[in-house]
């Protein structure tokens, strides 16, 4: 009986798709391209410069056509939460006002953080382990 519900535990963990993404947004950015918005009127250019180049390096390794979007913050969330955006960058923070709109990925330097649709965690498990080795060079 125990040999029984170990193989049936062992198939339902294997039939499990971790992470999930439910608007397929990271595979949707690998076959039509991976759209960026960018805050147009920022408060910290450095960070949005150093995001913007993250991404085109996480763009490269993962073969995808990028393609950045520049407007404000307000309108580049309501793309995000409507998916026409997989991503925003604006040198957010994590305690950033947008969190009850959107998803956060962990911070990249212990503070910044970058905006993806809520839920779609196939994505923030890629950006963010894309972040982590690219900031520790």
């Not at 397929?24 to 408060?43: I, M, N």
Request: with cysteine; glycine share 4%.
């Amino acid at each position: 009986m125990k040999k029984t519900i170990t193989i049936l535990c062992c198939l339902f963990v294997m039939s499990c798709s971790w992470p999930k993404d439910p608007e397929d947004t990271f595979e949707q950015a690998r076959h039509k391209g991976l759209r960026v918005g960018v805050v147009s009127t920022p408060q910290d250019r450095a960070s949005i410069d150093r995001e913007k180049a993250m991404l085109v390096a996480f763009a490269k390794a993962n073969t995808m056509q990028l393609t950045f979007v520049e407007d404000s913050e307000t309108h580049l969330i309501e793309l995000l939460k409507q998916y026409e955006l997989a991503i925003v960058c604006g040198g957010f923070t994590k305690n950033t006002l947008w969190k009850e709109e959107a998803g956060l990925t962990r911070p990249y330097d212990k503070e910044h953080v970058l905006l993806i649709p809520k839920g779609e965690n196939k994505l923030a498990v890629a950006l963010e382990a894309f972040m982590q080795k690219h900031t520790a060079q």
